[in-house]
């Protein structure tokens, strides 16, 4: 209740200090409206229906990226922090690939794919695909040698030490990876729309709300929805982290 509390405190004091700031004339309230004002503007949009549907288009297309991201990244992970030769044969490609800004694809992505959703997913995948595979390489790699020896002592072949003892070691590795491509991911589905101009989506809602009307109380509005989102998503793989590896957990090693 206590880091609740704090929490809603911290939320509470950027909003009087966001109502002030507006308010004082420092800005002019058309370009930055008050916290009031745009609060107004969120609770109303969450009653529209055309807006909910492009919530509904972001929504969808992030969690098809997450999910193609953790389909892909997952096995390579597992393939190259087993196999040091492919590890070794692969790295300069990876170290090259992985540095390329993914918003820089996006006509590369629109030629190859056309301008619909895929391109969004596309970018997603492949800016999301990297913390997966890094931290499923990197927990590969901190196993300790003496849990592989135990259980190849026991006869097992290299398939069941995969799956009972290089598995659950990097599960709380690999769901690290998977929050922080989760918000890389909406990051990246959201910057496509708008930078790509999608015919739906919350990017695109805040490209025609500043491009249209000017109306930057509906862009912070939106952007307060793309941040809860964002924050819904971490908490509840974070609450997986805690109840589904408990065992893995800080508070349960140390008690």
Known sequence: MRKTFRGVAGVVVFLVIWELF????????????????????????????????????????????LGLSIVIAVPLGLLLGSMPLVRAVTRSIIEFLRPIPSVALIPLAIILVGAGPETKISLAVYASVWPILFNTIYALDEIDPLLVDTARSFGFGKGRVMFTVSLPHAAPFVLTGIRMAAATALILVVSTEYL???????????????????????????????????????????????RGLRWSTPERITG
């Open 22 to 65: 507006s308010r004082s004339g420092a800005v002019a309230q058309e370009y930055f409206p008050p916290a009031s004002t745009v609060l107004l503007r969120f609770v109303q949009l969450l009653g529209d229906q055309m807006f909910l549907l492009d919530l509904v288009a972001t929504v969808l297309a992030w969690a098809i990226a």
């Open 196 to 242: 790509a101009g999608g015919s739906s989506g919350l990017g695109s809602f805040v490209l025609d709300a500043s491009t249209g009307a000017g109306r930057m109380d509906l862009v912070l509005a939106s952007t307060l929805v793309a941040g809860l989102i964002g924050w819904a998503i971490n908490e509840a793989l974070e609450a997986l982290h805690r």
